[in-house]
Structure formats: C-alpha cells, structure tokens
C-alpha cells in the first residue's frame, strides 16, 4: 500500500515538472530566445570560417 502510494506521488511529481518544463519551453519560444542563440551560434562559426 505504501509503495503505490510513493510511486503514485512520484508520478504526480514528475507530470507537474513536466508540465514547468514545457511551459518554460513555450515562453522561451515566444520570446525567441532560441533562435537569437541559433543564430549567434551560427554567426561565429561563419565568422570563424571566412576569417581562415
């Protein structure tokens, strides 16, 4: 009975965090701060490239 009830809490845990996650994840892409690190990322390897 303890068992279910700690894997049971520890499955409703990991569903909350989850669920941060993905909301972290949605705000970050609205904001587009993925793309600006992509995009800066890519700007110093082609800065690397062409200064060869």
Not at 1 to 29: N, P
Not at 40 to 47: G, S, Y
């Amino acid at each position: 009975m303890k068992g279910s009830f700690l894997v049971a809490l520890l499955l409703g845990g990991a569903a909350m965090y989850i669920v941060s996650l993905r909301r972290q994840l949605q705000a970050a892409q609205m904001r587009g701060d993925m793309y600006r690190d992509i995009s800066a990322r890519l700007d110093r390897r082609v800065a690397e490239l062409t200064a060869r």
